[in-house]
């Protein structure tokens, strides 16, 4: 599993229009930090969304309708975005590499507990996918554990590859559904122990937080930054490109099987290539928005995942033809995801660790909204359309926001004279 992940980080790693990374990247920093924060992320990613891929088989012991299957999957997006803010708080006073240390013990106390006395009821599920979301709050001490050791000319390249651990959903949606058919879904949750802690063990061993490390300020000076409303376009861009990723990687199994009656584990093999495609380009959309600017690159993207997504909503007749669509949608998302942060580094680099913690928060936001809202559409109107064309909608709303603050940007924080980074 850690090498399925390793090899889709190095594969988006050396894609940026067909050019192999500069040498100069891996001079800059520190690549084992690198290499930990990514595996730190991806074993995160694999068991916060576990609850997706096994949604189906979970979903029949238990006998939750069309909305609690939207709930139970969107419960632990929601509680990783609430607590990135925490997380992010974390960072900047104990360092980053501490706070991820303590989110990832909650993470397996939490599995170890669901795998000891088991999960018998939907309430349990809730529970567990509150405990869930502090593995989605490792994207709030994994980004600025690598940001901070590399120059802004780099930012989109590094943050791309630490993010590429979203690769850890594949994991979930290849594995999850055929252990659960073979040993049980509970066990599952136990299964992913393992992975999980050896994984620690690396991170312990060779993650170095950088000296470049901003000193932890007051409290009330955090959300200091939420008067800037720079701050709050960041947070809208990447509801809409993690947000989507996420949500989707979350839905897609249930989708599947209750679109075109896929089984459990193959509507997850379909799940793992649309997650498969989309995590593996988000390296390659940092480093397309290094060299084309992260505006462009960004509006790019919105403009290609807002038409796939209104195009799946039709309900394509064949599951195929709505795996393509879906992946080439997750392909435009996971490239946004990383030219959102190739610019947020460049505006509030001093602020990275609150605003990796507020960003994160708002995309994990724009995941629960677009799980929950399938599922409730699903359940009121028996189709999933209303809630995908909604979602195409922000998407086309977040597009229109590029248009209105490029020129601002690029004359005030984004200018040359400003920073040797291209936006």
């Given at each position: ?157 590094a943050l791309g590859i630490v993010g590429a651990g979203n690769s850890g959903t594949v ?253």
């Amino acid at each position: 599993m850690l090498c399925n992940g390793t090899a889709f980080a190095i594969a988006g790693a050396s894609i940026s229009l067909g050019v192999p990374m500069n040498r100069g990247f891996w001079k800059a920093g520190h690549w084992p930090t690198l290499l930990a924060a990514f595996l730190y992320f991806d074993l995160s990613f694999m068991v916060w969304v576990v609850l997706g891929p096994l949604g189906v088989q979970i979903a029949q012991d238990l006998g939750l309708d069309a909305a609690q299957k939207g709930l139970m999957v969107a419960v632990p997006v929601l509680a990783g975005a609430l607590l990135r803010i925490p997380m992010g708080l974390l960072v900047d006073h104990l360092k980053a590499k501490r706070a991820g240390f303590i989110g990832q013990v909650v993470v397996i106390a939490a599995l170890l507990w669901a795998w000891l006395f088991g999960v018998r009821s939907y309430q349990d599920v809730l529970v567990l996918g509150v405990f869930l979301g502090f593995a989605g709050a490792a994207f709030a001490a994994a980004l600025p554990l690598a940001s901070r050791w590399y120059p802004p000319e780099h930012q989109g390249s590094a943050l791309g590859i630490v993010g590429a651990g979203n690769s850890g959903t594949v994991l979930a949606a290849l594995f999850a559904p055929s252990l659960a058919a073979a040993l049980g879904w509970n066990s599952v949750f136990g299964l992913a122990v393992v992975p999980l802690a050896v994984v620690l063990v690396v991170y312990l061993a060779i993650a170095k937080d950088s000296p470049d490390s901003p000193p932890a300020k007051p409290l009330r000076e955090y959300f200091s930054v939420l008067r800037d409303r720079d701050a709050w376009w960041f947070m809208f861009f990447y509801g809409v490109t993690f947000g989507g990723f996420v949500g989707l990687a979350s839905s897609l199994t249930i989708y599947f099987n209750d679109q075109y009656g896929l089984s459990a584990i193959v509507a997850g093999y379909f799940t793992a290539a649309c997650v498969f495609a989309g995590s593996l380009m988000r390296s390659a959309g940092g480093m397309l928005a290094d060299r084309l600017g992260g505006i462009r690159a960004l509006s790019i993207m919105y403009a290609l995942s807002a038409a796939c997504v209104a195009v799946a909503s039709f309900g394509l007749p064949r599951a195929w033809m709505a795996l393509a669509v879906f992946a080439l949608g997750m392909v435009a998302m996971g490239m946004g995801n990383g030219a959102v942060f190739q610019l947020v580094p460049q505006r509030f680099r001093r602020e990275i660790g609150v605003m990796t913690g507020l960003v994160g928060m708002a995309g994990g936001i724009g995941g629960f909204y677009l799980a929950s809202s399938l599922g409730y559409s699903k359940q009121l109107t028996g189709s999933y359309q209303s809630g995908l064309l909604a979602f195409a909608g922000l998407a086309l709303i977040a597009f229109s926001g590029l248009t209105l603050v490029k020129i601002r940007w690029r004359t005030t924080w984004g200018a040359a004279t400003m920073t040797a980074a291209r936006i």
